[in-house]
C-alpha cells in the first residue's frame, strides 16, 4: 500500500475532522482524542458524505429508562439518514457483521523523515587532477 502525505496532523485538532482527496477517493480524517482515523467519505447506503454528519457517543441502556452515552466524540452518523458508524473502525453500529465504511491506516511521520525519502541517488567520489574531472566508478 503506498503512503500519500495528505496534511500536517495540527490541522486536525481534536475532535475536528477534515477531507482529503487520495488518488481521486475522498477520505475524511477525524481527531479523537489526539488519535486520527481515516474512511471513506461516502456512507455505503447511498453515497451521503459522512464528513458532513454528527460527530457523537452512542446511548446505550442496561433497561428500560435508564440510557446512558458512551464513547462521546467516536461515532459519525450519516447526515442523510443517521446511520452510526464507529469512527475508529468503521463499522455500523445497527449491522456491524454486515456493513461498514472503507477505513485507511493513518500514521504521523515527522517532516524530516517525509524530506529525507526512502530513496538516495547513487554517488560517487569526485576529484580534480590538472583541472580535469575524475569520477571514481
Known sequence: MAKHVVGKAEDVGPGMRK?????GRPIVIFNVDGDYFALLNRCPHQSAELS????????????????QCSRRGEFIRCPWHGWEFDIRTGQSWCDPGRISVK????SITAGAELVEGPYKAETF?????DSYLVVDL
Open 19 to 23: 477531507v482529503f482527496e487520495v488518488r
Open 52 to 67: 458532513m454528519g454528527l460527530i457523537s457517543g452512542i446511548a446505550t441502556a442496561d433497561e428500560p429508562g435508564h440510557v
Open 103 to 106: 477505513q485507511y491506516p493513518v
Open 125 to 129: 567520489p569526485v576529484s580534480i587532477e
